[in-house]
Each structure stands twice: as C-alpha cells, then as structure tokens.
C-alpha cells in the first residue's frame, strides 16, 4: 500500500502564490509519473500537471506559464508552484500516481486532496 499525502492549500488572494506538496510513503519499487489533478465546485476533476521520473512535464493549457511541476525521486514527493493565481483556479487539488510499481502489482494512487481558494 502506498499513501500520497498533500500539504500546502489554502485561501489566497488573487495574483497571489501557493506552493503544494504532495509526499509518496508505503510499500513500492518506483514510482513513474506523479501529477496534479483538481476538481472545481460542481465541475468534473480535471489535469492539472504531470510529471515523468525523467523530468518530462505536461501542463494544463490553462495553468502554462503559471504552474510550474517538479519533483525529488530520493524522496518521493512532488510539489506544484502556482503563481498569478486566479478566481477560477479554485478547487479542490489531487495528488496522483498512476502507475506505482509495487511488488506484485502496478497500481494507481490518490491523495486526499488539498483545498485551494483564490478570491477575487
């Protein structure tokens, strides 16, 4: 079993930053592509951002330039930079793994999920 716990949401004002981690624990062998996923009120969860264990990245078209993704391997956490922050980035953001390579299996990860809130 392997948990993703996020940190760092929270009530921002428009034009203002905030940083989430997202770290990986458990039982694993490698982890491949970690991302960003977020769910805005009464919308489905949309992508956000991913990130290979190579450093390939892939962006939202509309969080490029404001979003940025990385990632430490050695400690299995991902994070996301997200600045000039807008009214419609609000959502709830979702930690994800979906391809954990364990011992027996390969299997798909979710966090908890971390409130973000940018008011106007």
């Known amino acids: 079993q392997v948990q993703l716990v996020e940190s760092g949401g929270g009530l921002v004002q428009a034009g203002g930053s905030l940083r989430l981690s997202c770290a990986a624990s458990g039982s694993f062998w490698t982890i491949n592509t970690m991302g960003w996923y977020r769910q805005p009120p009464g919308k489905q969860r949309e992508l956000v951002a991913t990130?290979?264990?190579?450093?390939?990245?892939n962006y939202a078209d509309s969080v490029k330039g404001r979003f940025t993704i990385s990632r430490d391997n050695a400690k299995n956490t991902v994070s996301l930079q997200m600045n000039s922050l807008k009214p419609e980035d609000t959502a709830v953001y979702y930690c994800?793994?979906?391809?954990?390579?364990?011992?027996?299996?390969?299997?798909?990860?979710w966090g908890q999920g971390t409130q973000v809130t940018v008011s106007s």
């Open positions: 994800n793994a979906p391809s954990v390579r364990e011992r027996l299996r390969i299997a798909e990860y």
């Open positions: 990130i290979t264990s190579g450093g390939t990245t």
